[in-house]
């Protein structure tokens, strides 16, 4: 099992940054791909990135890719989330997961462990 704490989050302005870190403590950290997803109020928890048990891969969702670049430190077990030009759109609540699948897939489902998430508020 692991335990995953994320931290980073707050209020910024549009065009802002910044830089969410999901800290796992548990089994082997490396044994697991990782994701940030996030959920608005009223919406549905929707796929934000993933990077694989090593950081060879990594997904995007089309709405952030290009200004979202994740990354990981398996010495450190923890994965980070470096938000750019940051929207009013991006503001949700924030969640890091981790699943034992070999590669990180997009659903919410397929991941078997989760933080208990981090608030990003982005100002007009």
């Known amino acids: 099992q692991v335990q995953l704490v994320e931290s980073g989050g707050g209020l910024v302005q549009a065009g802002g940054s910044l830089r969410l870190s999901c800290a796992a403590s548990g089994r082997t950290f490396s044994s697991y791909a990782m994701g940030w997803f996030r959920q608005a109020p009223g919406k549905e928890r929707e796929f934000v990135t993933a990077?694989?048990?090593?950081?060879?891969?990594?997904y995007y969702a089309d709405s952030v890719k290009g200004r979202f670049t994740i990354s990981r430190d398996n010495a450190k077990n923890t994965v980070y989330l470096q938000m750019n030009s940051l929207k009013p759109e991006d503001t949700a609540l924030y969640y890091c997961?981790?699943?034992?699948?070999?590669?990180?897939?997009?659903?919410?489902?397929?991941?078997?462990?989760w933080g208990q998430g981090t608030q990003v508020t982005v100002s007009s």
């Open positions: 990077i694989s048990r090593h950081g060879l891969r990594t």
């Open positions: 997961a981790a699943t034992i699948a070999t590669m990180p897939g997009v659903r919410f489902n397929e991941y078997n462990y």
